[in-house]
C-alpha cells in the first residue's frame, strides 16, 4: 500500500471544502447547469429513529428536466 503524505491529505481536505463551498449535502451529489441535486432519484427522511427511503419522482424529473435542458 502506498504512503500516505500531507500533500495527499492536503488534497483531501482540499477537495471536501471546494465541495462543502458548493453545496454538497452527501454522496452522490450531481451537479448539472451549476444546479445541485444530492440524490436525485430518493426521498430520504428521518422519522424519529427510523431512516424512510422512497422513490422520489418529483426529484427525479427536475434532474432529468435539467440534464437535457439546452
Same mark, same amino acid.
Not at 7 to 34: N, Y
Given at each position: 500500500?502506498?504512503?500516505?503524505?500531507? =500533500?495527499? %491529505?492536503? $488534497? !483531501? #481536505? =482540499?477537495?471536501? $471544502? =471546494?465541495?462543502?463551498? %458548493?453545496? !454538497? /449535502?452527501?454522496?452522490?451529489? @450531481? @451537479? !448539472?447547469?451549476?444546479?445541485? *441535486?444530492?440524490?436525485?432519484? #430518493?426521498?430520504? %427522511?428521518? !422519522?424519529?429513529?427510523?431512516? /424512510?427511503?422512497? *422513490?422520489? %419522482?418529483?426529484? *427525479?424529473?427536475? @434532474?432529468?428536466?435539467?440534464?437535457?435542458?439546452?
Amino acid at each position: 500500500m502506498p504512503e500516505v503524505t500531507d =500533500a495527499h %491529505r492536503d $488534497a !483531501v #481536505l =482540499a477537495d471536501h $471544502a =471546494a465541495g462543502g463551498a %458548493r453545496g !454538497v /449535502q452527501g454522496s452522490p451529489t @450531481f @451537479f !448539472v447547469h451549476e444546479t445541485g *441535486f444530492f440524490c436525485p432519484t #430518493l426521498d430520504i %427522511r428521518k !422519522v424519529g429513529d427510523e431512516w /424512510q427511503v422512497q *422513490f422520489d %419522482r418529483d426529484a *427525479f424529473d427536475a @434532474f432529468v428536466a435539467e440534464v437535457f435542458a439546452g
